[in-house]
């Protein structure tokens, strides 16, 4: 088992319980003190059962030790092989939550997919891509709508923000940010040649209000006449939003809603995550050498995946997988190339700092 001072980790959780009851804790330390007291609870809780089943073994042994019944000590031996087995399940789900995953896992996602090189062709990507993400959100029982895009004359989307609902969407999407490049011929190539194009996402965790504080007098609220789908009557009314933060010139607009009341409800959850996010890389450029991601920026220099479509080809850069079964993977069947990125993010987790040093930091 991991050596650690668990009288000390036991008299922190005991801390934090005590700062939970304070009254006059605003609502984002007690959201963030939850969220500790949740990490703190499961790790001890995991402790103490392998404590007990240790006690189980040496008990155990001691009983073969005093049995004098041969049958018997086959009964305690095949008794003890359970236990550790369980035993052994159990240290590593203990060591999983010493390195305590990003607490956005869970939450619902905007997805944000734009154009890149390629025109046209990069455009009905970004809709095949949309297609993709929606049919593996029904897999997973999520429910997905469009907040905003930017039609083309071909049927494409110059870009397209949706928006991801369910339980740890975040967890399994977030590998999808970054360059998606595409190899295939264009419906509108004579010639049969092979064009290459590419494609950014976007993948921001759903802010809360305790996460990020928008002061309402940095934006700037415009309503203008949607268009696109939704009917006659978001043609005819001034039911888009468009809202600016002023201090970022961050602009976000929803236009999916029938009522300009949940619009601009909308348009709010996306500015609010997309400066949270931008908090977050702030941070992480100041704790790291890293090269500082670019989300949303359409700049990236390195692309996460390949899809050739004449050889039926789907290639992750990140973990060197390669799947002769793109037609499958755009149909929505994802995991067999997020579980795998899931197990990859992990092993990078464990080559971090301290375990304890990260997750018993600041109590």
Same mark, same amino acid.
Request: hydrophobic share 35%; with cysteine.
């Given at each position: 088992?991991?050596?650690?001072?668990?009288?000390?980790?036991?008299?922190?959780?005991?801390?934090?319980?005590?700062?939970?009851?304070?009254?006059?804790?605003?609502?984002?330390?007690?959201?963030?003190?939850?969220?500790?007291?949740?990490?703190?609870?499961?790790?001890?809780?995991?402790?103490?059962?392998?404590?007990?089943?240790?006690?189980?073994?040496?008990? @155990?042994? &001691?009983?073969?030790? *005093?049995?004098? !019944?041969?049958?018997?000590? %086959?009964?305690?031996? #095949? +008794?003890? $092989?359970?236990?550790?087995?369980? @035993?052994? &399940?159990?240290?590593? *789900?203990?060591? !999983?939550?010493?390195?305590? %995953?990003?607490?956005? #896992? +869970?939450? $619902?996602?905007?997805?944000?997919?734009?154009?890149?090189?390629?025109?046209?062709?990069?455009?009905?990507?970004?809709?095949?891509?949309?297609?993709?993400?929606?049919?593996?959100?029904?897999?997973?029982?999520?429910?997905?709508?469009?907040?905003?895009?930017?039609?083309?004359?071909?049927?494409?989307?110059?870009?397209?923000?949706?928006?991801?609902?369910?339980?740890?969407?975040?967890?399994?999407?977030?590998?999808?940010?970054?360059?998606?490049?595409?190899?295939?011929?264009?419906?509108?190539?004579?010639?049969?040649?092979?064009?290459?194009?590419?494609?950014?996402?976007?993948?921001?965790?759903?802010?809360?209000?305790?996460?990020?504080?928008?002061?309402?007098?940095?934006?700037?609220?415009?309503?203008?006449?949607?268009?696109?789908?939704?009917?006659?009557?978001?043609?005819?009314?001034?039911?888009?939003?468009?809202?600016?933060?002023?201090?970022?010139?961050?602009?976000?607009?929803?236009?999916?809603?029938?009522?300009?009341?949940?619009?601009?409800?909308?348009?709010?959850?996306?500015?609010?995550?997309?400066?949270?996010?931008?908090?977050?890389?702030?941070?992480?450029?100041?704790?790291?050498?890293?090269?500082?991601?670019?989300?949303?920026?359409?700049?990236?220099?390195?692309?996460?995946?390949?899809?050739?479509?004449?050889?039926?080809?789907?290639?992750?850069?990140?973990?060197?997988?390669?799947?002769?079964?793109?037609?499958?993977?755009?149909?929505?069947?994802?995991?067999?190339?997020?579980?795998?990125?899931?197990?990859?993010?992990?092993?990078?987790?464990?080559?971090?700092?301290?375990?304890?040093?990260?997750?018993?930091?600041?109590?």
């Amino acid at each position: 088992m991991v050596a650690l001072d668990w009288n000390k980790i036991e008299n922190d959780y005991d801390s934090i319980i005590k700062k939970l009851l304070d009254s006059g804790l605003d609502k984002r330390d007690r959201a963030q003190l939850q969220r500790k007291s949740f990490q703190y609870s499961n790790l001890l809780s995991t402790y103490k059962e392998i404590v007990t089943l240790q006690d189980s073994v040496s008990d @155990l042994k &001691k009983q073969i030790e *005093e049995e004098k !019944d041969e049958q018997m000590h %086959s009964l305690f031996e #095949e +008794e003890i $092989s359970d236990v550790q087995l369980n @035993l052994e &399940k159990l240290n590593i *789900e203990l060591e !999983d939550q010493l390195y305590p %995953s990003d607490e956005s #896992e +869970e939450r $619902s996602v905007f997805v944000e997919i734009r154009a890149g090189v390629g025109g046209q062709e990069a455009a009905l990507f970004v809709a095949d891509l949309f297609k993709m993400y929606s049919n593996y959100a029904l897999t997973k029982n999520w429910t997905t709508s469009i907040v905003d895009m930017n039609l083309t004359d071909i049927g494409g989307y110059k870009e397209l923000i949706a928006y991801v609902k369910g339980k740890n969407v975040y967890k399994h999407l977030k590998f999808e940010q970054g360059v998606h490049r595409v190899q295939r011929v264009p419906e509108t190539e004579t010639s049969g040649r092979i064009h290459t194009s590419t494609v950014t996402v976007a993948v921001l965790p759903e802010a809360e209000e305790v996460d990020f504080e928008v002061n309402p007098q940095d934006l700037r609220i415009d309503v203008f006449r949607a268009s696109g789908a939704g009917g006659q009557h978001v043609n005819t009314t001034d039911s888009a939003v468009r809202i600016t933060h002023i201090p970022t010139g961050v602009v976000v607009s929803c236009q999916d809603e029938r009522s300009q009341i949940k619009n601009k409800a909308r348009a709010m959850k996306v500015l609010r995550s997309r400066l949270l996010q931008a908090e977050k890389e702030r941070h992480a450029a100041q704790m790291s050498a890293e090269r500082k991601k670019q989300i949303g920026m359409g700049e990236r220099a390195e692309k996460i995946r390949t899809y050739n479509y004449p050889q039926n080809r789907v290639t992750d850069h990140r973990t060197n997988l390669t799947l002769k079964k793109l037609d499958i993977i755009m149909q929505g069947q994802l995991d067999d190339l997020i579980e795998p990125l899931l197990r990859w993010y992990a092993s990078q987790q464990r080559h971090k700092a301290s375990a304890f040093s990260e997750y018993f930091s600041n109590s």
